[in-house]
């Protein structure tokens, strides 16, 4: 039997504790080898924000899946470059691991967009879906064809959209990021609450 391999995707902007929650339930409950964290080079559906860079955001993941079985941070977007297209990432994936399944895996949020999305019929050809549903929140409508298999994990009310918010404020990020992944964002500056607290540890004591 060829190994099986999820791709959970994503701009990662910062990576955070429901992230991993969803990478490690959806890598147990599909019985999947590993899960390959793929940062977003270029996120198409993104294109009306600034997105911190890829490197990192990359750097925030590696931290974050340091010690996590089963879970590896991915540079394959990055690595190639311009937009990123989930059906391009599962090509490669394909020619590079013939024989392995390969599993898409997703948030119930980005399930109810799979209508919307570029090359839906490629993505659909290459891998099997993997919804990653959260507990009390709307279940998405799948298609059959997508062949979905269904993971629960409880309800993470966290976004990286709020804690870009926190950060830029100065509010604290620990607990709701892994603690590897908010030291990268300490030592490298990052958002700008990130940023004015480095500044502020450094001043010297009254
Ligand atoms: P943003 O607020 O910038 O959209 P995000 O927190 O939604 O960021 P993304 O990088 O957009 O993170 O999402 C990557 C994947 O993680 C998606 O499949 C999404 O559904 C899933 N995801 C995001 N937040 C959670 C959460 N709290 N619990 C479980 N899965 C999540
Ligand atoms: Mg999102």
Do not use: C
């Not at 929650?21 to 559906?45: E, S």
């Not at 570029?118 to 279940?139: H, N, Q, T, Y």
């Not at 958002?191 to 004015?196: H, S």
């Amino acid at each position: 039997m060829g190994e099986r391999i999820g791709i959970f995707g994503g701009t990662f902007d910062p990576v955070h504790v429901g992230h991993l929650v969803a990478a490690v339930n959806a890598r147990h409950d599909a019985r999947l080898d590993r899960v390959l964290v793929v940062v977003a080079n270029q996120p198409w559906q993104k294109a009306d924000r600034p997105v911190t860079s890829a490197e990192d955001r990359f750097a925030m993941v590696e931290a974050a899946v340091e010690d996590v079985e089963g879970i590896e941070a991915s540079r394959l977007e990055i690595d190639r470059g311009g937009e990123s297209m989930t059906a391009d990432t599962l090509a490669v994936l394909a020619d590079g691991q013939p024989g392995a399944d390969l599993f898409l895996v997703v948030g119930n949020d980005v399930a109810a967009q799979l209508a919307t999305w570029r090359r839906a019929d490629e993505v659909k050809a290459l891998a099997s879906l993997v919804v990653v549903s959260r507990a009390g929140s709307k279940k998405p409508v799948v298609d059959d064809s997508w062949r979905p298999t269904w993971v629960a994990i409880p309800r993470l009310e966290i976004s990286s959209t709020d804690l870009r918010e926190r950060a830029a404020d100065g509010r604290p990020l620990d607990y709701l990021v892994p603690p590897k992944a908010v030291h990268v964002i300490r030592e490298r500056g990052l958002y700008a609450g990130g940023q004015m607290r480095r500044q502020a540890d450094q001043s010297p004591r009254a």
